[in-house]
């Protein structure tokens, strides 16, 4: 299973880090994503990073704002959020890659930016 | 940016009976095309991947099909807990990208 914390209120302009702790598989094997969701609307990708951390993808809707990592060490994925505005208020996934598809999702922490 | 366009947004079924879901890509997608459940207040479950090949776990009443840019997600007699909002996804080009889903309601 996967776990998120790290949500919270936050100012626009603010920043944010989001962590995700992996038990139950051998984290280091899998690619891992963010995914979100804002407040009744679809899912949608936010970024993704490979087993070793060598390739890292992003939305555009994000990117040069959000910095994905893991640590495979501590098990744990981490979405380091800068720049926040309100539209990206929304529960944040971490979910597991199967292939690129996503098998293991945790249930989310919610990230609200408001003043 | 591939664009995934489901439909219909809101498909009202009976206990019992079938429904078909659709999924459309704006460019081939080849076979990468997943289905994801999700149930108020919680995560989206992996359903289907590969179009057509079910998750660990998920009954046989929930079949996929298709290729290229058309897809198909269907629920032989939904039971209760099938009334959900279901997403697809592609996962051939980046960026990854969902539909916005259809929500089976109960007629």
């Known amino acids: 299973q996967v776990v998120e914390s790290g949500g919270g209120l936050v100012k626009p302009g603010g920043s944010l880090r989001l962590s995700c702790v992996a038990s139950?598989?051998?984290?280091?094997?899998?690619?891992m994503n963010w995914v979100r969701q804002a407040p009744g609307k679809g899912l949608e990708w936010v970024s993704s990073i490979t087993s070793s951390g060598a390739y890292i993808h992003y939305a555009d809707s994000v990117e040069g704002r959000f910095t994905i990592s893991r640590d495979n060490a501590k098990d744990s994925l981490y979405l380091q959020m800068s720049s926040l505005g309100a539209e990206d208020t929304a529960v944040y996934y971490c979910?597991?890659?199967?292939?690129?598809?996503?098998?293991?999702w945790g249930n989310g922490t919610t990230v609200t930016v408001s003043s | 940016e591939i664009v995934m366009t489901q439909s219909p947004a809101t498909l009202s079924v009976s206990p019992r009976e079938g429904a078909t879901l659709s999924c459309r890509a704006s460019h081939s997608v080849n076979i990468d095309l997943a289905w994801y459940q999700q149930k108020p207040g919680q995560a989206p479950r992996l359903l289907i991947y590969?179009?057509?090949t079910r998750a660990t776990g998920i009954p046989a009443r929930f079949s996929g099909s298709g290729s290229g840019t058309d897809f198909t997600l269907t629920i032989s007699s939904l039971q209760s807990e099938d009334f959900a909002v279901y997403y697809c996804?592609?996962?051939?080009?980046?960026?990854?990208?969902f539909g916005g889903g259809t929500k089976v309601e109960i007629k």
């Open positions: 996804q592609q996962y051939n080009k980046w960026p990854l990208t």
């Open positions: 590969g179009v057509s």
């Open positions: 139950g598989f051998n984290f280091r094997a899998f690619d």
């Open positions: 979910a597991r890659s199967r292939f690129l598809d996503m098998d293991v």
